[in-house]
């Protein structure tokens, strides 16, 4: 079975994290010039919200809003897909998925589904390769591939894009994001850890310990784990006055 095969395959837990944390702070929100792009397809939905300039990356909030994003990164097995789908229902939460445009292909009725439980769908590759190791031209066909999966799904290519196998995007990437319709990549400050299986508590243990306003944390669709923890986790960050929200929403 090749990496791409096992990739796609229902619960590759050991190959579905995105790297950890990298040397350097990681970017704070600031004001800058520029805003989404579009320039392969229809201007990305944001859900009624007031887009602002954001930087080439962002891995935070405002620290001053008593908010978090919950971000998933999206493929999976579709009966867990389904089930971690049902548990953010139960809860009345809206998250931000960054898909895997294949598994989007292959499974359109639960990428619709996201859209359709008022979630935002974003861009996290075709193929969910390194993209730190690929060549321009590669990196930009990841990307842009992943952009037509969401625009054949929903309309629009998304507002964001996270890189495949990382946590930071570098300027080469933010280049081709840019060049694909995505002004910002979105990283996070917070990783649960959760693609490692090791169980549901420990996945709300380490996110609850780090997570504080303004936090952007990782989460991932296809594990079993990750299902169990939410409603544990929705409950710890209530207890801290912290509200879920959208990418979008914590950003707008």
């Not at 805003?35 to 939905?45: C, D, H, I, K, L």
């Not at 964001?160 to 080469?172: C, D, G, L, N, Y």
């Not at 979105?186 to 649960?192: M, T």
Request: hydrophobic share 40%; net charge neutral; glycine share 12%.
């Amino acid at each position: 079975m090749d990496r791409r095969t096992l990739l796609l395959a229902a619960g590759a837990a050991a190959l579905s994290g995105c790297g950890g944390p990298e040397p350097g702070p990681a970017p704070a929100p600031a004001p800058v010039s520029g805003g989404p792009g579009s320039a392969s397809g229809p201007a990305p939905s944001t859900a009624g919200a007031s887009p602002k300039a954001l930087p080439a990356e962002v891995a935070s909030g405002p620290r001053d809003v008593p908010a978090v994003a919950l971000t998933f990164h999206g493929q999976g097995e579709p009966g867990v897909v389904g089930g971690l789908l049902d548990a953010l229902a139960a809860e009345h939460v809206k998250v931000t998925v960054l898909a895997v445009g294949a598994w989007v292909r292959q499974q359109p009725a639960l990428a619709r589904r996201v859209l359709d439980d008022g979630h935002e769908l974003g861009n996290h590759t075709l193929n969910h390769a390194d993209i730190k190791a690929m060549s321009d031209d590669r990196a930009y066909a990841e990307i842009s591939g992943c952009a037509q999966a969401l625009r054949e799904v929903g309309g629009s290519i998304g507002r964001w894009f996270r890189p495949s196998q990382t946590q930071h995007s570098t300027p080469r990437i933010q280049a081709q994001a840019e060049r694909a319709g995505y002004a910002t990549c979105l990283s996070y400050d917070v990783d649960s850890l959760d693609y490692t299986d090791p169980g549901a508590d420990k996945v709300v243990r380490t996110t609850l310990d780090a997570v504080r306003n303004g936090s952007i944390v990782s989460l991932h669709f296809g594990h079993a784990g990750t299902v169990t923890a939410i409603p544990k986790l929705l409950a710890g960050l209530r207890e801290r006055g912290l509200r879920p929200v959208t990418a979008t929403e914590l950003l707008a």
